[in-house]
């Protein structure tokens, strides 16, 4: 993908598509206790372009240890610069675990996070014997097999908008535990499983807490129909335990077809899936 140089006025909305190893950090949201984030991390290589302060808007905040591949945030530039100058400029300041995959122009009502209409996770099982020293931190180590017949069986139950409290963590702040997914699909490739999650928006842990009970469904230990008793008896307490989050990454986030935003490679990069 190229990317223009072309400069875009001063008082241009912005994109951004960033990547980020989440192993390091204390989660994507600046923090007030000066624990190392993302967002700080990427806000002050964006004010090193702009030679100005810049704030960023994201599209979901990722908690400690989580990864992406396709973060958007979106911001008001306060100067002309082009694309190329957001992505090759901002990339130059940035620590080697995050990245600036594409910079564009769009309209000023586009706002990350509440333009968006539905955001898109992988979870990665490594199912390998012996857990890998190339990947720690980046997959969640399975040391049984995963059936992904029943963990696809099990999952039937979750699609369309419900009550998810007992895939919510307890320290929520949502005004409502209902959420709506859209779809539910689970591949192998080789020694990796995949669990891929679109839905219009997720509760905290929402995800890995379905990782969770999921899993134990893939390992034989609870049947497929665990989930749903899970989902139609709102207790967290009786679900399984939140997976870890090595093996979680936001891919994709949607957006209505009118803003126009480049493609987005869902991966992580070693799936080689898309």
Not at 22 to 29: K, N, T
Not at 126 to 147: E, G, M
Request: glycine content about 6%.
């Amino acid at each position: 993908m190229s990317i223009s140089d072309q400069a875009l006025p001063a008082g241009q909305r912005i994109a951004l598509s960033v990547e980020y190893d989440g192993s390091e950090f204390h989660g994507w949201q600046r923090q007030a206790s000066g624990q190392i984030s993302v967002q700080e991390c990427l806000e002050n290589a964006l004010s090193s372009v702009a030679n100005t302060e810049i704030r960023v808007a994201c599209a979901g905040r990722t908690d400690a240890g989580v990864h992406a591949t396709n973060q958007i945030v979106s911001f008001e530039s306060p100067v002309a610069r082009s694309p190329k100058a957001w992505v090759m400029g901002g990339n130059a300041s940035l620590p080697p675990q995050v990245r600036v995959n594409w910079a564009c122009g769009v309209s000023a009502d586009f706002h990350a996070r509440f333009s968006a209409v539905s955001r898109t996770y992988r979870y990665v099982w490594n199912t390998q014997a012996i857990r890998s020293t190339t990947l720690y931190r980046k997959v969640t180590w399975s040391r049984n097999d995963l059936d992904i017949d029943a963990m696809q069986q099990s999952v039937a139950c979750l699609i369309g908008e419900h009550d998810f409290s007992a895939f919510r963590a307890a320290s929520c702040q949502s005004n409502s535990p209902c959420r709506r997914i859209d779809e539910i699909s689970f591949l192998r490739q080789g020694s990796f499983v995949v669990m891929e999650i679109t839905a219009n928006a997720f509760l905290h842990h929402m995800v890995r807490n379905l990782a969770g009970s999921i899993g134990m469904v893939g390992r034989h230990l609870k049947p497929p129909a665990w989930i749903a008793e899970l989902l139609e008896g709102c207790n967290r307490s009786v679900a399984a335990d939140t997976a870890p989050p090595d093996g979680l990454y936001l891919v994709g986030v949607g957006y209505p077809p009118a803003y126009n935003l480049p493609n987005q490679v869902k991966g992580p990069i070693f799936l080689c899936l898309d």
